[in-house]
């Protein structure tokens, strides 16, 4: 089923980096994550920790910007 602008996008969490760093976004593949989790992240910097801020489904498609990078593990 494809995404539409407005609806929840189910496959995508918000990641801060840094605790007054901007959330950014990511792809949880088969992960089932919620806020507060620890994760890795594959970011243009290296792979960085950060906490999951937004949980899958509390994002619309529309606030996502292009393709995502995956979580690489949960920490």
Do not use: H, K, W
């Not at 806020?35 to 970011?43: A, I, K």
């Not at 996502?64 to 995956?70: M, R, T």
């Amino acid at each position: 089923m494809e995404q539409t602008e407005g609806q929840p996008a189910t496959s995508v969490v918000g990641v801060r980096l840094s605790p007054i760093g901007a959330i950014r976004y990511f792809d949880p593949r088969d992960e089932a994550l919620m806020p507060g989790d620890r994760v890795t992240v594959d970011t243009e910097d290296g792979v960085q920790e950060g906490v999951v801020a937004i949980g899958p489904g509390q994002v619309l498609y529309s606030e996502v910007p292009g393709p995502l990078a995956p979580i690489v593990a949960r920490v």
